[in-house]
C-alpha cells in the first residue's frame, strides 16, 4: 500500500487510494460491495481530483458527503475543504473511516465528522453543509438529491455523480426528450447541468453503465403563494400520464377537465400543451390558480 503522508505547502498532492489500497481495505474490514445498496467504489486518484475540481470547493467550506464507502472520494474533498461531513448507511464502512482518515489524512481527521444514517432520512447534522458532492447510488439519486436540498437550505452548491442517464434527466430542460419530474422537481431548488461523463473502468466492481456528474447552484424557489407540497403535486400529475395533454393529465388533480382547463388558462398556459413543455414557474402558477379558487 502507497504509504499516506500529510503534504506540504507548494509540494506534490496528497496520496489517494488506488486500486489495490480498496480492495485491501474491503478485504480487511471483509466487505464485498453490494448492488443492494449500490456500491461501487471508485479507485482513481485522477477520477477523484476531477470530481473534486469540478466541485469548485472553497477552502472555507463544509462539504456533505453521502456514501463515502471506504474514503476515496472522502480524502480528496478533505484536501480542499475545511471539514467533510459523510453519512454512511452500512455500518461496517461507517466503523472503518475514522481510521482511514486518521492513517491517510491525519492533520486533517478532527475536520472529519461521520454521521451512520439513511440519507433518505437525515434531518440534522453536526456541522451546516454548504456543498454536495457525492457518488450516489442509482437506484436512489433523485430521492436523495430532492430530500438534501429540501431539509439543508445551506446547501448553496454541489456536484453528484450518478447513472448517466439519470444526469441527464436531472439537467434537462423543458422540451427535452428526458426532461420529466426530477428535471422539474430539481428546479425548484436550483439550476443543474451536466458537468462530464465518467467511464465504467474508475469504479470496483464496474458498473455496466457510464455515470454523469451533475453540478448544481442553488437558487430561489419561483415567487408563488403555493406551497412546494403543492406544487409538487401538479407535477406528479402532469407526468403520470405525459403523453396526454395539460388538460387531461390534471383533470384528476384539479377536479375536472374544466377546472383543470380554467387553472392553465388562469396561469398563462395553453391546455393542449404537455407537461415536457413548461417549466419549474409555470407549474407553481398551475398550483397557485388552483389555490386561489380553493380559498
Request: proline share 7%; hydrophobic share 45%.
Amino acid at each position: 500500500m502507497t504509504e499516506p503522508t500529510p503534504s506540504a505547502p507548494g509540494s506534490a498532492p496528497a496520496p489517494l487510494m488506488g486500486a489495490s489500497d480498496i480492495r485491501r481495505l474491503a478485504e480487511e474490514i471483509g466487505v464485498r460491495p453490494t448492488k443492494t445498496l449500490g456500491q461501487n467504489f471508485v479507485i482513481d486518484g485522477n477520477t477523484i481530483r476531477r470530481i473534486v475540481a469540478a466541485a469548485d470547493i472553497h477552502a472555507d467550506e463544509t462539504v456533505l458527503e453521502v456514501g463515502p464507502g471506504l474514503g476515496s472520494l472522502t480524502l480528496g474533498l478533505l484536501d480542499a475543504a475545511r471539514s467533510v461531513v459523510a453519512v454512511e448507511i452500512d455500518p461496517v464502512l461507517a466503523a472503518k473511516l475514522p481510521d482511514t482518515v486518521r492513517q491517510w489524512r491525519p492533520d486533517a481527521a478532527e475536520n472529519f465528522h461521520l454521521v451512520l444514517a439513511d440519507a433518505m432520512k437525515v434531518t440534522e447534522l453536526p456541522e451546516e453543509p454548504t456543498a454536495l458532492v457525492a457518488n450516489l447510488p442509482y437506484n436512489v439519486a433523485v430521492p436523495v438529491v430532492l430530500h438534501l436540498l429540501e431539509h439543508f437550505p445551506s446547501l448553496r452548491h454541489g456536484l453528484v455523480m450518478v447513472q448517466d442517464e439519470v444526469a441527464d434527466r436531472l439537467a434537462a430542460g423543458p422540451g427535452s426528450k428526458t426532461y420529466g419530474v426530477p428535471s422539474v422537481k430539481a428546479a425548484w431548488y436550483s439550476s443543474m447541468r451536466k458537468a462530464g461523463v465518467i467511464g465504467m473502468n474508475v469504479f470496483w466492481p464496474a458498473p455496466k453503465i457510464h455515470s454523469g456528474l451533475v453540478a448544481f447552484t442553488r437558487r430561489e424557489p419561483p415567487a408563488t403563494t403555493a406551497t412546494r407540497r403543492q406544487v409538487f403535486a401538479v407535477i406528479d400529475a402532469a407526468f403520470a400520464q405525459r403523453r396526454k395533454t395539460l388538460r387531461a393529465a390534471l383533470a384528476g388533480w384539479a377536479g375536472s377537465a374544466a377546472e383543470a382547463e380554467r387553472c392553465l388558462r388562469a396561469a398563462g398556459v395553453e391546455p393542449a400543451a404537455r407537461g415536457e413543455v413548461i417549466d419549474i414557474a409555470a407549474f407553481a402558477r398551475i398550483a397557485e390558480a388552483h389555490e386561489q379558487a380553493a380559498g
